[in-house]
């Protein structure tokens, strides 16, 4: 079971970290993806991290504002995001896929093995 939390309402040019929790079970063999989804909008990836966590790819719209990072002794990863812009509201969802290959990520991956409820950013003014 994935757990996002630290969403909320912001203004644009602010920052907000979002949080992964996984009960239950270790993260240690799992890539995890962030995805978010706007209103009117299909869900995308923006970014993932390895297993491993010595691997992390970024989409475009928040490569340099967005760091994703992870702690597996916590079964927690993280999404740093700044520099927040109103474009950026939508729900985000923490996923994950089991792997052996514990340096692999894909941004571009649908393929998930589990999903977070998802969690609401808004950024306005």
């Known amino acids: 079971l994935l757990v996002e939390s630290g969403g909320g309402w912001v203004q644009p040019g602010g920052s907000l970290t979002l949080s992964c929790a996984a009960s239950g079970e270790g993260l240690d063999y799992d890539a995890i993806q962030w995805f978010r989804q706007a209103p009117g909008k299909e869900r995308e990836g923006i970014s993932c991290v390895s297993a491993s966590g010595t691997n992390t790819h970024y989409a475009d719209s928040v490569k340099g504002r967005f760091t994703i990072s992870r702690d597996n002794a916590k079964n927690t990863v993280y999404l740093q995001m700044t520099n927040l812009r109103p474009e950026d509201t939508a729900v985000y969802y923490c996923?994950?896929?089991?792997?052996?290959?514990?340096?692999?990520?894909?941004?571009?991956?649908?393929?998930?093995?589990?999903w977070g409820e998802g969690v609401l950013v808004n950024v306005s003014s």
């Open positions: 996923a994950g896929k089991s792997t052996f290959v514990r340096t692999w990520c894909d941004v571009g991956s649908r393929s998930m093995d589990w």
